[in-house]
């Protein structure tokens, strides 16, 4: 299967440089491997499958590309969003808001109205949102409604922290969810759901590549306990709905989708059996782990030269859509593959080289001291397994452009067959989104329109 995966995207880099998607008009691209991502929901859906009812979800954050989320939807997996911008990407992908979930740190009073009133369920993360909260359903209830939509308390079970710190939500003093070890917190969960009937899921997150599954368990369990508590005490199924959240890491050095999603089911069942009795629904929050071996960007190689004995190739590829992996490349490391300028794998010797972006700063590096085959002016490296937090989150360091993102398959008579999910950015938007309308905005010289500016130094003369 993984090595399936590796055929489709080998046929997808060639046919790419010979259908000019990626050549010296367009010197990076990311692809999207279509029929992995089907297959990646189905092993999801698979790994869950009953008894106990399921929603999957994918955090848009992973892959905010508003096809992606369609084909995912299609394929049985709704959205978790963040932010009002994940939610219109969600909405614009025709996903019904009761496949939606909204979680964030920092919703604000009219974002949380208008998830009640979509009925998109919503996860409040501390007492002080929880109280917004009661004050909106308070007026939704003057009016004769009922809460609209399904609520959740996001809990922090404290379990501990993964490999990488950044990425670890369920720590001692992690910005997010309840603090459920915390004195007092326990009690103050339990007394707040028995006061509010309309509160009926527990959500948890342990975090994002780098957790251990075995601390991703122990934080489902944690939570579940907490369910049976407070549905033991309000004497029925108050809480009908648990939220595990996403956070299954991915591998980055190797083809091998490892840990599957089955290996994770399977621990849980073992570890949590309560959770699949069918009392409760099941919500998962998947990101990367649907994603990342799904997509890569490929990219031409500008120039290759060598400094202080070190070989290194600048390419198009950099910190504007492999962030973390340049600043902070132990934490995120990327296998590169290397082709020559036809697209097909180089076969030369391999030698050690750093691979460089086009970013104007010396950090920006996708691999250092790596044993490739030497690369030359032409070539094409890819950077696998960046399908999720990668070319979808650029990052508009150096002006550069977002590149375009196209999904690939084959056609009936097994040819690869390309699709728009995101046209390159045009030097149009990129001036638009830079303030290029804004011109004369500092120096005055906007007056003539009736703009505010006025040179500093004449206020003062
Ligand atoms: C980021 C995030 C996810 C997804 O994490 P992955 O590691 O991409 O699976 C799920 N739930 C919440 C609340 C998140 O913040």
Redesign the pocket.
């Known amino acids: 299967m993984a090595l399936d995966a590796v055929a489709r995207r080998r046929e997808a880099i060639a046919a790419a440089v010979r259908e000019g998607l990626l050549g010296p008009e367009a010197p990076l691209v990311a692809l999207l491997d279509v029929e992995g991502i089907r297959q990646a929901a189905r092993e999801l859906r698979d790994a869950f499958a009953g008894p106990a009812p399921v929603l999957h979800t994918f ?1 848009v ?2 892959a905010s590309l508003v096809p992606v989320l369609e084909l995912l939807d299609a394929e049985g997996v709704g959205c ?1 969003v ?1 932010s009002p911008g994940e939610l219109e990407l969600a909405r614009a992908a025709g996903v019904a808001a009761d496949r939606i979930v909204f ?1 964030s740190p920092a919703k604000t009073v009219a974002e949380l109205r208008d998830a009640l009133a979509s009925g998109i369920a919503v996860n409040a993360d501390n007492p002080q949102e929880l109280a917004r909260l009661d004050a909106l359903v308070a007026e939704r209830r003057s009016a004769g409604q009922d809460a609209g939509a399904p609520v959740g308390m ?1 809990i922090n079970p404290q379990v501990g922290t993964g490999s990488i710190g950044a ?1 670890s ?1 369920a720590t001692a003093t992690s910005k ?1 969810g309840v603090a459920l070890r915390d004195e007092g917190a326990e009690e103050w969960i339990t007394d707040s759901f028995a006061a509010r009937p309309w509160l009926t899921r527990l ?1 948890t ?1 342990t ?3 780098g957790v251990p599954l075995e601390l991703m368990a122990e934080s489902v369990r944690v939570v579940h306990e907490l369910a049976e508590r407070i549905n033991q005490r309000a004497g029925r199924q108050q809480i009908d709905t648990i939220d595990i ?5 991915v591998n980055f050095a190797g083809d091998e989708t490892e840990p599957s999603f089955a290996a994770y089911a399977d621990l849980l069942r073992r570890s949590v059996p309560g959770l699949f009795d069918g009392r409760y629904t099941i919500v998962t ?5 649907l994603l990342a071996k799904q997509g890569f960007v490929a990219a031409l190689v500008e120039y290759t030269k060598s400094a202080g004995g070190r070989r290194i190739a600048v390419t198009h590829a950099g910190a504007h859509v492999a962030t973390r992996t340049a600043f902070a490349p132990e934490a995120w490391p990327l296998r590169v593959g290397a082709f020559d300028a036809e697209g097909a794998p180089k076969r030369t010797p391999e030698v050690v080289q750093d691979v460089a972006g086009p970013c104007c700063f010396a950090g920006d590096l996708v691999a250092r001291e790596r044993a490739l085959p030497e690369l030359e002016p032409g070539d094409v490296v890819a950077l696998w397994d960046t399908g ?2 990668y070319f979808s989150t650029p990052f508009q360091y150096n002006s550069l452009p977002r590149p375009a993102v196209h999904g690939f398959g084959r056609d009936a008579a097994g040819r690869v067959r390309f699709s728009l999910v995101r046209p390159a950015q045009r030097m149009e938007e990129l001036l638009a989104d830079s303030g290029a309308a804004q011109r004369g905005a500092l120096t005055g010289t906007a007056g003539a329109a009736g703009g505010p500016g006025r040179p500093v130094s004449s206020a003062a003369s």
């Open positions: 955090a954050k992973a978790e963040a979680d996001r990425m939500t997010f959500h997150h975090g994002s590549q959240g996403g956070g299954l890491p929050e998947f990101g990367r782990s999720a937090y």
